[in-house]
């Protein structure tokens, strides 16, 4: 079973930046991991994804540019850069993990409780 846990959202202006962590337990079963995000009143959307094992990324259009996902293999840790935040960032974000590359970006199997990022003006 995997287990995720996500720390670093807060309230940040827009135009600056925060990084988000997800710390990984069990991510034996799964070679993806990624984030996903949703604002109040909207489904929730695909972020970005990584692959535990080589790193090999992918984003959504929408924070192409702005946001790096990365991780740490040895601390089994995923991170979000975000910078050049807008209002439109605000949102609950979610670390997410899959075995699959389609699936982790779709509809993951495992998720994190979430964590809040707050963009103000």
């Known amino acids: 079973q995997v287990q995720l846990v996500e720390s670093g959202g807060g309230l940040v202006q827009a135009g600056g930046s925060l990084r988000l962590s997800c710390a990984a337990s069990g991510r034996t079963f799964s070679s993806y991991a990624g984030w996903f995000r949703q604002a109040p009143g909207k489904n929730s959307e695909f972020v970005a994804r990584?692959?535990?094992?080589?790193?090999?990324?992918y984003y959504a259009d929408a924070v192409k540019g702005r946001f790096t996902i990365s991780r740490d293999n040895a601390k089994e840790t995923m991170y979000l850069q975000m910078n050049s935040l807008k209002l439109e960032d605000t949102a609950l974000y979610y670390c997410?993990?899959?075995?699959?590359?389609?699936?982790?970006?779709?509809?993951?199997?495992?998720w994190g409780q979430g964590t809040q990022v707050t963009v103000s003006s």
């Open positions: 997410v993990s899959d075995n699959s590359p389609l699936r982790v970006a779709v509809n993951p199997t495992y």
């Open positions: 990584i692959r535990w094992s080589g790193g090999s990324t």
